[in-house]
Nanobody
Framework: VQPVESGGDSVQAGGALRVSCVASGFTATFRSCMAWFRRSPGKEREAVAG???????YYADSMKGRVTVSQDYAKKTFFLDMMSLQPEDTAQYYC????????????????????????WGQGTRVNVSS
């Protein structure tokens, strides 16, 4: 089942925001990998943060210190907390999930690769104004 993102909003530079992803069809909660990606206007899709089901987190170098990825497996919900937002963070933010042992095993080395994930949400829009 396709994940569903929410929480996108318009914020001012320097602000913070939490976006969420509900993966109601998620079944492999103990052997899975998920990630947040974003696509800014005129730019390629890029990885923001990843999370393996054992709690291991991964962050893009450009985002370290400003974002935190977390999970509530009981609610099949993932979160991306962002702080010190800047106009260049304006983007559509997507949740991607992978529910198989292979994805779990490759999560550390491949969390940033879109091809690892079989399920994608429609995205939630974050707009940061200066």
């Amino acid at each position: 089942v396709q994940p569903v993102e929410s929480g996108g909003d318009s914020v001012q530079a320097g602000g913070a925001l939490r976006v969420s992803c509900v993966a109601s069809g998620f079944t492999a909660t103990f052997r899975s990998c998920m990630a947040w990606f974003r696509r800014s206007p005129g730019k390629e899709r890029e990885a923001v943060a990843g999370l393996r089901s054992d709690g291991t987190t991964y962050y893009a170098d450009s985002m370290k210190g400003r974002v935190t990825v977390s999970q509530d497996y009981a609610k099949k919900t993932f979160f991306l907390d962002m702080m010190s937002l800047q106009p260049e963070d304006t983007a559509q933010y997507y949740c991607a999930t992978a529910e198989d042992t292979g994805a779990y095993d490759y999560c550390t080395d491949s969390w940033f690769l879109p091809a690892l994930f079989g399920y994608w949400g429609q995205g939630t829009r974050v707009n940061v104004s200066s």
